[in-house]
């Protein structure tokens, strides 16, 4: 309690506000986001008007749709204590998750507020008892910016960038893409013929939900406008070498940068580009990782995590980052960003 007390004096102190957040959420706004492979997590039912609801998974997601009703459109600053509740998938993983978020929503400067985020992290974690600890800085935005410039289908850009946040399930779609094991083309041989002859058909016409000029458009687009070619192989390996990189924080603009110009990608990492520059602050390692935040759907920019260990195992104390999309994504008209971070207080 008496730390608890502690995180919000330095909240207060910063100018959060401390807000209540509903318990339960329409399941649609979690889903929205997620897609079906969260649904395994959640706490759902269905009340009177056969309308889905579930325990909250997520207080981000609650802040959001909170800030969203309150209609604000000013740089907001809040911070909120309370249980998420997740179906565990080992019986050593609690379900219910007690933390305390903080969130600057409708930033004026972007790279100032996500500073402000990591280093208001940082002065809590001071107030505990761990001694030592790694701040893990990364950006999903570099990512993004990597595959925009990798010459390959661009359906497949926007499928590696989608999925970013389901590693298993993009390092399948990395192996296809690499091998093109999914394709028999003797069968796309024959899928052509066919589509020469349905081409004459009626094009209004309804095939499981959709026109067939609808199927012909995709089609033409996979098989000759945007189609795979052997050079993807190149393109796998610059994406896997590109999730090995890991190096301290001041180093990272130089490495980063190496490894562009070596693959021949037209992309610049400047020396001030990340919200902390310094390697060590007083017991906190600070390093660069490419794959912080790849748990989380609604992440978009910068991302980072602090870990301690406990009793000889690491475990993740605070977690954050930036998700420009997610106020709109969630039924917001405006463009409102948005960056914060997360405790976990079961650690304490």
């Not at 995709?218 to 190096?247: L, M, Q």
């Not at 037209?266 to 390697?279: A, C, E, G, M, W």
Request: proline share 2%; aromatic share 12%; charged share 30%.
């Amino acid at each position: 309690m008496k730390l608890k007390n502690s995180f919000n004096q330095i909240l207060k102190s910063q100018n959060f506000k401390y807000i209540e957040l509903d318990s339960i959420i329409e399941s649609k706004h979690i889903l929205k986001r997620s897609g079906g492979n969260f649904r395994q997590y959640l706490f759902s039912f269905y009340d009177q008007n056969f309308r889905e609801w579930s325990l909250r998974p997520d207080l981000t997601i609650s802040s959001v749709i909170k800030f969203i009703k309150e209609k604000i459109n000013n740089r907001t600053k809040w911070y909120y204590t309370g249980e998420a509740y997740r179906k565990a998938n080992t019986r050593s993983n609690s379900v219910i998750k007690k933390q305390t978020g903080f969130e600057i929503y409708a930033s004026n400067n972007n790279n100032k507020d996500d500073e402000e985020i990591v280093k208001t992290s940082i002065k809590i974690l001071k107030k505990t008892t761990f001694k030592k600890a790694q701040l893990n800085i990364g950006n999903i935005e570099i990512f993004y910016a990597l595959v925009n410039r990798l010459e390959m289908p661009n359906r497949w850009k926007e499928r590696i960038k989608r999925h970013f946040s389901r590693e298993v399930y993009l390092n399948k779609l990395l192996k296809k893409l690499s091998t093109n094991s999914d394709i028999n083309f003797e069968v796309v041989k024959q899928d052509k013929k066919k589509a020469e002859k349905l081409r004459k058909e009626n094009p209004k016409k309804i095939f499981s939900g959709r026109s067939l000029k609808e199927i012909l458009d995709r089609f033409d687009i996979k098989n000759y406008s945007d189609p795979r070619v052997n050079s993807n192989k190149k393109n796998v390996k610059i994406i896997r070498d590109y999730f090995k990189i890991s190096c301290s924080i001041d180093k990272a603009p130089k490495i980063l940068n190496e490894f562009f110009k070596k693959n021949n990608l037209n992309l610049i990492i400047s020396p001030d580009y990340f919200p902390i520059r310094k390697n060590n602050l007083k017991n906190v390692k600070v390093l660069f990782s490419t794959n912080i935040g790849r748990s989380v759907p609604y992440y978009s920019n910068m991302v980072f995590n602090i870990q301690v260990n406990v009793k000889g195992k690491i475990h993740t104390f605070v977690s954050g980052g930036r998700y420009n999309e997610l106020v709109k994504n969630l039924g917001y008209k405006k463009n409102i960003t948005a960056v914060g971070a997360a405790i976990d207080l079961n650690l304490l």
